[in-house]
């Protein structure tokens, strides 16, 4: 049983709010009994299985102790899975905060005090919600609560308040260029955990920097949320906002941006409508999970029927800008994580080669291309070597031809 707390004017409100909006909200349904341990409110009927109770103090303030404990670790994610101590990552590697394993009402406690009234029925019909959460005076979290062996679970994403800048990314300042364009689609790739969302965001902050737009980001759940300055920034989040990305993309269209974000590219339509966006004169940035250049453009061909491959091929050839593939690699003095980033930029070559489908020439054709402002992730790794920023072998261990690295 947690212990009685000191009152808390902040906390108190905030639990005043997410109880009167899980009792106005006419899709939650009737509320269960409270979590063992934990008096309910009143008398209520029996409630689905599967949903969650309405937010109490203990698990309010439990909760934000554990995110300040992430926050000063610092840590990247936090993990809520009964039968662990609650788990931060930290510079990549899990740390557990704490000795004792969590209960499996002690995780349903903490996650009552995460998801918003509006995402409760969701959760409970599909098993599994993501959602953005601003906790106060703790900043922004990206949340996955879901299922798992017949109990909850959560995944939570930490944010930066600030939205990032290359600089202090150490990312290569060649970068800067794609903010500078007018139109043309712009592709983050890696695998998870990267820093895809980040190097988005910290590309989105230059092109505010340089130039007034009008921008409409559309992202599942939003992640970085970017001031207006002298521009129109719009924050659109699918299934808050609108249904799904392909609506949300299709009506973005209509409303005048000079530039989309869109999060991911899960699917055909979202694929195809970023193209034609950018074939339009838009400047589209988005991510994909794909380890480099040629598997993006491959992953997104491959996305299409046969019939229409030649066809697509001579889109991408035109739209396509650039794709930016990255790794993040653990630093030598074990503060942080930095990472090594390969850069294609479109040429007429690279087109003709896009149009041609000679799609595995082009890792070549960016090492002969480097005036350019291409970057392989070979010399990329190296150079991090020489400015000590990593280990030899880590980067090595990376490396896509480990002779070319050494000789690097």
């Given at each position: 049983m947690l212990k009685k707390l000191n009152p808390d004017p902040e906390l108190d409100g905030l639990i005043r709010q997410l109880n009167e909006s899980a009792r106005s909200d006419p899709a939650a349904g009737p509320l269960p009994p409270a979590p063992d341990g934990i008096a309910p409110e009143s008398d209520v009927a029996p409630a689905p299985r599967w949903l969650l109770p309405q937010a109490e103090e203990e698990g309010v303030q439990w909760l934000r102790e554990l995110l300040e404990r992430a926050r000063r670790a610092p840590a990247s994610d936090l993990h809520l899975v009964a039968g662990a101590p609650p788990v931060a990552r930290v510079n990549g590697h899990l740390e557990p905060l704490g000795e004792r394993g969590l209960t499996h009402g002690e995780v349903k406690l903490l996650c009552a005090a995460l998801v918003p009234p509006d995402r409760r029925e969701?959760?409970?019909?599909?098993?599994?919600?993501?959602?953005?959460?601003?906790?106060?005076?703790?900043?922004?979290?990206?949340?996955?609560?879901?299922?798992?062996?017949?109990?909850?679970?959560?995944?939570?994403?930490?944010?930066?308040?600030?939205?990032?800048?290359?600089?202090t990314l150490n990312l290569p300042d060649a970068l800067g260029r794609f903010a500078g364009l007018r139109h043309g689609l712009v592709l983050v790739t890696g695998p998870t955990g990267c820093g895809k969302s980040t190097t988005l965001a910290a590309l989105v902050r230059r092109v505010l920097a340089r130039r007034s737009v009008h921008l409409v980001t559309i992202e599942d759940p939003v992640e970085y949320e970017h001031e207006h300055g002298n521009s129109v920034v719009e924050h659109v989040e699918v299934g808050r906002d609108a249904p799904g990305f392909r609506d949300a993309l299709h009506a973005a269209l209509r409303q005048d941006p000079d530039v989309l974000l869109i999060g991911e590219m899960r699917d055909l339509d979202s694929i195809s409508i970023a193209i034609t966006a950018a074939e339009t004169g838009h400047l589209v940035l988005s991510t994909l999970h794909t380890g480099d250049a040629p598997q993006t453009i491959h992953r997104i061909l491959d996305s299409y029927p046969p019939t229409q491959i030649s066809t697509v091929r001579a889109q991408l050839s035109v739209s396509l800008a650039g794709v930016i593939s990255q790794q993040l690699l653990p630093r030598a003095d074990g503060n942080g994580r930095v990472p090594a980033v390969e850069i294609m930029a479109v040429t007429p070559a690279i087109r003709n080669l896009i149009r041609r489908g000679k799609i595995e020439q082009i890792r070549a054709q960016i090492t002969l291309e480097r005036s350019a402002g291409m970057l392989d992730l070979d010399e990329s790794l190296a150079r991090l070597v020489r400015e000590k920023l990593v280990d030899p072998e880590e980067?090595?261990?990376?490396?896509?031809?480990?002779?070319t690295f050494d000789a690097g």
């Open positions: 969701r959760l409970a019909g599909l098993g599994s919600v993501d959602f953005s959460l601003r906790f106060p005076s703790l900043g922004r979290f990206r949340c996955n609560v879901h299922r798992q062996r017949d109990h909850w679970s959560a995944a939570i994403r930490l944010f930066p308040d600030d939205s990032p800048d290359l600089a980067a090595r261990a990376r490396a896509r031809v480990p002779e």
